[in-house]
Nanobody
Framework: QVQLVESGGGSVQTGGSLRLSCAPS????????MGWFRQAPGEEREGVAT???????SYADSVKGRFTISKDGAKNILYLQMNSLKPEDTAVYYC?????????????????????????WGQGTQVTVSS
């Protein structure tokens, strides 16, 4: 079973930046769909940014222009560069991925920020933004 290991969370002030990383616990074949999700206390989990292949991306409206998702396709390492952070970005951030070789073309293009079809999840990393 592959595990996803996240790193890079922390505490920053409004306007600051953080970079999250997510890597499989062992080398794997291509994971075509990967993404970042977050959950704030008392809130439902929401999609933040996802990526299909190595370059097709989708972002929640609340983070467009501030967050950038990217991927090292050879190693299935996922990144989330977060700039201009706001207090409302405070949440636990989770990395997710589909199984190697899983076909995710159709559902990713229909609902790119949905979390239901991902097979692997990280343990979560806390991001706290103070005003």
């Amino acid at each position: 079973q592959v595990q996803l290991v996240e790193s890079g969370g922390g505490s920053v002030q409004t306007g600051g930046s953080l970079r999250l990383s997510c890597a499989p616990s062992r080398p794997t074949y291509t994971m075509s769909c990967m993404g970042w999700f977050r959950q704030a206390p008392g809130e439902e989990r929401e999609g933040v940014a996802t990526i299909y292949g190595d370059s097709s991306t989708s972002y929640a409206d609340s983070v467009k222009g501030r967050f950038t998702i990217s991927k090292d396709g050879a190693k299935n390492i996922l990144y989330l560069q977060m700039n201009s952070l706001k207090p409302e970005d405070t949440a636990v951030y989770y990395c997710a991925a589909v199984r190697p070789f899983a076909v995710c073309t159709d559902w990713w293009h229909l609902r790119p920020l949905s979390s239901v079809d991902y097979n692997y999840w990280g343990q979560g990393t806390q991001v706290t933004v103070s005003s």
